[in-house]
């Protein structure tokens, strides 16, 4: 049985273990206190060297962090508090509570205590070893990144299933504390994409191993964190893009400060409802619904296609919808591409999720074609966004910062128009590669 982790703010765990909910948590023995001691190159990173803090350390070795651990338990559920050392007299602390995915039983317990300890923030992460994670914290080192999905033939639709939702959901896990503590742009762009890929695969696989109403249900739920994560996203695009590129192209134009400070404060606004959704327990009972059918996956259908085959099946019909629309390219209008965007972002992740089944040479031409694709029809995309987030700030505008917006819409509507040709130029080096599916034995 596999678990989720629940990660709170360790400053409120006191607060919290005093809750109705949270009392039943029995300590395991005494504090747990150990030191990490490694060469100054870090050599044992792989294997750390633990010894006592009483202990004396030897020679060629240096301390580099006392870690202490605490635990109590309650049945299946397991709470911990880590807290780490520096030499240099820093400090750090984290507090985790492990819910076992499969026990249904459990959950109103694990409601309840969700919903005392949402002063602690708790917010879905990922399993991390307190040692590595204060190797991790003493160097500042970015986060770790999820693995790379990889298929191999001999893999059925259950197991391909299971193998796309415990990438995707990995990603999502290890975002989501930026996202909702630090509101890290870049954190909010990445948890984004892993619900974007989530959705794009539900409809597929899920159909695979016959389970379609449940892929739908998780589909819908990962759609309502992924528009509350966009929200956020579409600001960050506007002020960081959309209005600086306008701005160079209009110096002296006064307005652009106010509708900058609007944009801001907007963003304000939309990061802290997107916090308060990240620790909710509907973000939390959805992860443990995802986890749980990720771990049934491939049970649920054993044997049937091989993988390489449902890959050909579902990329012929992917691209069948992307061709329909393309092929009709001068007759769409700005909406139309929108909805060409869409499409031409699902057939780039199916050929993600699957590129390890076919050659390697062949699917990198299509990835680099689609990406320039996208990236064009999303520059449109980027255009249609700024007018509805105008409309929305319209009432806070001052007059010289509602003149500038009306500006931006016209730059914008300009370079729609200069991108059209160019997404028919892209569209037809699209149209000219070969069906790398098709041709792959």
Do not use: C
Request: net charge positive.
């Amino acid at each position: 049985m596999s678990t989720l982790w629940l990660g709170l703010k360790a400053a409120a765990l006191d607060e919290i273990l005093k809750r109705p909910a949270w009392r039943r948590f029995r300590k395991i023995g005494a504090p747990e206190t150990w030191r990490v001691v490694d060469t100054p190159d870090q050599q044992h990173r792989g294997a750390p060297l633990l010894v006592s803090p009483r202990q004396t350390v030897a020679a060629g070795l240096m301390p580099l962090f006392d870690l202490t651990r605490t635990r109590w338990h309650d049945g299946p559920l397991l709470l911990e508090h880590v807290f780490w050392q520096f030499p240099d007299g820093r400090t750090d602390a984290a507090a985790r509570l492990r819910v076992p995915v499969g026990a249904i039983e459990a959950r109103w317990d694990v409601e309840a205590l969700h919903g005392e300890a949402r002063r602690a923030d708790p917010i879905p992460l990922p399993d991390f070893d307190p040692v590595a994670e204060g190797y991790r914290r003493l160097g500042g080192d970015p986060l770790p990144k999820p693995e790379k999905l990889r298929l191999t033939p001999d893999m059925t639709a259950g197991r391909v299933l299971a193998a796309i939702l415990d990438t995707v959901i990995e990603a999502l896990l290890l975002h989501l504390p930026a996202v909702a503590w630090q509101q890290e742009t870049v954190a909010i762009h990445q948890a984004r994409v892993a619900l974007r890929r989530l959705r794009a695969a539900l409809p597929l696989f899920g159909a695979g191993v016959g389970a379609p109403e449940r892929a739908e249900d998780l589909r819908r739920r990962a759609g309502d964190l992924a528009r509350r994560l966009g929200g956020v996203r579409d600001l960050d695009v506007f002020r960081a893009e959309t209005l600086v590129r306008a701005e160079r192209d209009f110096p002296l134009e006064p307005g652009w400060a106010n509708l900058a400070a609007v944009a801001t404060a907007r963003r304000a606004h939309e990061a802290g409802l997107l916090g308060g959704t990240i620790t909710n327990w509907e973000t939390t009972a959805f992860l443990l619904d995802a986890l749980r059918w990720r771990d049934e996956a491939a049970a649920m259908l054993p044997s049937g296609p091989a993988a390489t085959e449902v890959a050909r099946t579902l990329l012929t019909d992917r691209w069948r919808r992307v061709s329909r629309q393309g092929n009709r390219l001068d007759r769409i209008d700005v909406p139309g591409l929108h909805d060409m965007r869409i499409k031409v972002k699902k057939l780039r992740y199916l050929i993600d999720f699957t590129k390890t089944l076919f050659e390697e040479k062949q699917v990198l031409a299509w990835e680099n074609h689609l990406g320039a694709l996208q990236d064009a029809l999303g520059t449109l995309n980027d255009g249609v966004t700024a007018r509805g987030l105008i409309h929305g700030m319209m009432p806070t505008l001052e007059k010289d910062g509602a003149f500038a917006a009306g500006l931006l819409i016209a730059w914008s509507d300009g370079r729609t128009l200069r991108h059209r040709n160019r997404i028919g130029k892209l569209w037809a080096e699209v149209a000219d590669l070969p069906l790398f599916w098709e041709a792959s034995t």
